[in-house]
C-alpha cells in the first residue's frame, strides 16, 4: 500500500517563500508519477504542478514562474518549491502519486493527508 505524507506548510505573508515535502513509502517510489494538487475552501480541486519518472515537469497557468516540482528517488521525496506567494494560493496542498512510465501517467491516485498554506495579505 502506497502511503503518502505532506509537510512543510504554514502561514506566511504575501511574497514569502515555501517549501512543501511529500515522503512515498510503500512501495517503490521509482515508477510512479507525482502531483501535488490544491483545494481551497467552495472551490474544486486544482492540479497545479506535475512531474513524471523521466523528470518533465508541468505547471498550471496560474503557478507558472512560481512553482517548482523536483523529486528526489534516493529519499522516496517529492517537492514543491514556492515564491513569491499570493493570496490566492491559500488553499490546501496534497501530494498524489500513480503509476507511470516515460511521461504516462495512468490508475488510480494515491493521495496524502495534506498541508495548509495561508498566504496573508
Known amino acids: 500500500q502506497v502511503q503518502l505524507q505532506e509537510s512543510g506548510g504554514g502561514s506566511v505573508q504575501a511574497g514569502g517563500s515555501l517549501r512543501l515535502s511529500c515522503a512515498i513509502s510503500?512501495?517503490?517510489?521509482?515508477?510512479?508519477?507525482m502531483g501535488w494538487f490544491r483545494q481551497a475552501p467552495g472551490k474544486q480541486r486544482e492540479g497545479v504542478a506535475r512531474?513524471?519518472?523521466?523528470?518533465?515537469?508541468r505547471y498550471a497557468d496560474s503557478v507558472k514562474g512560481r512553482f517548482t516540482i523536483s523529486r528526489d528517488n534516493a529519499n522516496n521525496t517529492v517537492y514543491l518549491q514556492i515564491h513569491s506567494l499570493k493570496p490566492e494560493d491559500t488553499a490546501m496542498y496534497y501530494c498524489?502519486?500513480?503509476?507511470?512510465?516515460?511521461?504516462?501517467?495512468?490508475?488510480?491516485?494515491?493521495w496524502g493527508q495534506g498541508t495548509q498554506v495561508t498566504v496573508s495579505s
Open positions: 498524489a502519486a500513480r503509476r507511470g512510465r516515460a511521461g504516462m501517467c495512468w490508475g488510480d491516485y494515491y
Open positions: 510503500g512501495y517503490t517510489y521509482s515508477g510512479y508519477c
Open positions: 512531474i513524471y519518472t523521466h523528470g518533465i515537469t
